[in-house]
């Protein structure tokens, strides 16, 4: 089984360019650090190789799709649910959607500022209140 993989948002760093880390290793002194928000990596990368970790923004099919999907991290796998009503309320898993669509990261709730209200529902806003 492989490490597991974080990256984090720093939401204290004063440059916009530092707020998002990512640490050589799986970067242990940053999970107790109270500020450091984690986001695991899911294992998938899409049709551009890149990295697709919790709390990423997607889109299935092609970049021009108007249907935007959050990544989620629970009961041990990851899903992704539409956050914009492009779509039905239907949450799927991220590696079925792999298998089917072509996917596309365009950013993540923490720094994207149309969506930066879903970022108190996720795992790693809880971690940060301490839940």
Not at 58 to 68: D, E, I, Q, T
Not at 71 to 86: D, H, K, L, Y
Not at 98 to 126: C, F, M
Request: proline fraction near 7%.
């Amino acid at each position: 089984m492989r490490e597991p993989m974080f990256r984090y948002w720093m939401p204290d760093e004063p440059l916009p360019g530092d707020k998002m880390f990512y640490p050589e290793g799986w970067g242990e002194p940053y999970l107790a650090s109270r500020n450091a928000v984690p986001m695991l990596f899911s294992q998938v990368y899409d049709d551009k190789s890149t990295r697709i970790y919790e709390d990423d923004l997607l889109v299935f099919g092609h970049k021009a799709s108007k249907a935007v999907w959050k990544v989620f991290f629970s009961q041990g796998a990851f899903w992704c649910q539409p956050i914009n009503g492009g779509e039905d309320d239907t949450t799927i898993s991220l590696f079925q959607a792999r298998q089917t669509w072509h996917l596309y990261v365009i950013g993540n709730v923490w720094e994207t500022p149309k969506y930066h209200d879903l970022a108190g529902d996720t795992r790693s806003e809880r971690h940060l209140r301490g839940e």
